[in-house]
């Protein structure tokens, strides 16, 4: 058999392996990421090493071995075609996901890299790194624009437009922080991304206010995953900060989930390792409450009828959504004040008592109400069995 012969076999079987692995990733109707039909709650990590360094294999052995499912590697095109391929094989072996950035293809701005392996110019660029791994099993999105100014949303537009020519079956993802223009965003991406970064200087109930603002604005109604602070901000300034506290973390999480976001990504794992407190300390309280979402994550996508539950006392500080899984009503709520309160819910069916998840207590409900008292920042998550 010549080798001519041999190439035309080859190929088509090459491509054709590779359609049968490709994954179709996909939004329904409750702004719920579906892969493959099956539904999917990223839970993730920005993080910043390039293919080429063994750095980048070592953080995906540790990120692999923690709750997290999905990274966002800045560094992903630092490398030849068959580099980044070889990275996302390690990806997908390990089971996880990323959100590939093409954010820096953009000629003009900052890292923008005018060539990557035998691809120049920003739309061949964008066009070569798209056509060569759309059909990789590891890609859950493609990530095109982190806070680019407004007079770029022409090209945003155009851009947005192009990759879904190229790419039917993987969404969109871009991160704004410009939330009094949100608006002129929402037709640039399938979801939206924010990321509100309030400790120390700024109230913790901005992740709060972020997310319905998107949501008041969102004519669309689009999904929204957020990017939430982990790391020291004085990492990035002159000025001395602090990094956000375990407590403050949790808030900040459990704000975005009782508002509605589909999906949460920590900033940043490259951060954490050069945090000024220290990586250890840091790292393992991120995975901790990492782990606590990750088990409630059946909840939080839970789309069957919710029983309303109404607030009685402390509506102003305690921010709570409800949801009913498995013939139990959920309550889900955050103080995000920074001061102690009492707050009293009204449960429409009857039950005697609610468990409170991860604290290892039960609380009696009289006449339908149930009473807590919530420290500064606090989070708590309620069980309550119903007939």
């Known amino acids: 058999m010549s080798f001519r012969i041999l190439f035309l076999i080859i190929i088509p079987i ?7 692995n490709a994954q179709i990733v996909n939004i329904n109707e409750n702004n719920i990421t579906l892969i493959d039909g099956k539904p999917f709650f990223p839970l993730g990590l920005y993080i910043g090493n390039s293919p080429t360094e063994i ?23 630092a490398g030849s075609i068959d ?10 072996k390990k089971g996880l996901k990323i959100i590939y950035s093409i954010k820096d293809f953009y000629e003009g701005t900052k890292y923008y890299p005018k060539k990557i392996d035998r691809y120049k110019g920003e739309e061949e660029i ?14 859950l999105a493609w990530y095109h624009n982190d806070e680019l100014p407004e007079k770029y949303i022409p090209r945003l537009k155009g851009r947005y437009k192009l990759i879904k020519d190229l790419d039917k079956n993987h969404p969109t993802f871009s991160v704004i922080f410009q939330i009094n223009n949100a608006k ?27 997310v319905r603002s998107i949501n ?20 990035y300034s002159k000025d001395k900060h602090r990094s956000p506290t375990y407590e403050e973390m949790k808030c900040m999480a459990y704000q975005a989930i009782v508002n509605g976001v589909k999906g949460i990504m920590f900033y940043s794992y490259f951060d954490l390792k050069r945090d000024p407190s220290g990586f250890d ?83 009696d409900i009289e006449k339908y109400t149930l009473k807590d008292y919530f420290p500064p920042v606090a989070v708590k998550i309620y069980e309550i069995k119903v007939d």
């Open 216 to 235: 008041d604005g969102n004519i669309s109604k689009k999904p929204i995953w957020i990017v939430l602070q982990a790391h020291n901000i004085g990492i």
């Open 184 to 210: 002129s965003y929402i037709d640039t991406t399938d979801i939206i991304g924010i990321d509100p970064y309030p400790i120390p200087n700024k109230p913790i109930s901005l992740v709060s206010e972020w």
């Open 14 to 20: 090459i491509i054709f392996v590779s359609y049968l």
């Open 126 to 139: 964008t066009r070569g790194i798209i056509k060569e791994f759309r059909d990789h099993p590891a890609i």
């Open 83 to 92: 580099q980044i391929r070889k990275y996302l094989d390690v990806v997908n």
């Open 281 to 363: 300390s840091r790292w393992s309280d991120v995975k901790r409450l990492g782990e606590e979402i990750k088990s409630l994550i059946p909840i939080i996508l839970s789309t069957e009828k919710t029983p309303k539950v109404q607030i009685l006392s402390g509506s102003k500080s305690i921010h709570f959504t409800t949801k009913y899984h498995n013939k139990n009503i959920y309550i889900i709520a955050v103080n995000v004040s920074d001061k102690p309160i009492s707050a009293e819910f009204v449960i429409p069916s009857e039950s005697k008592n609610a468990i409170v998840l991860y604290e290892d207590r039960t609380l």
């Open 55 to 77: 750095l980048a294999m070592q953080e995906l052995d540790e990120i692999s071995d923690s709750p997290f499912n999905t990274i966002l590697n800045y560094e992903i095109n």
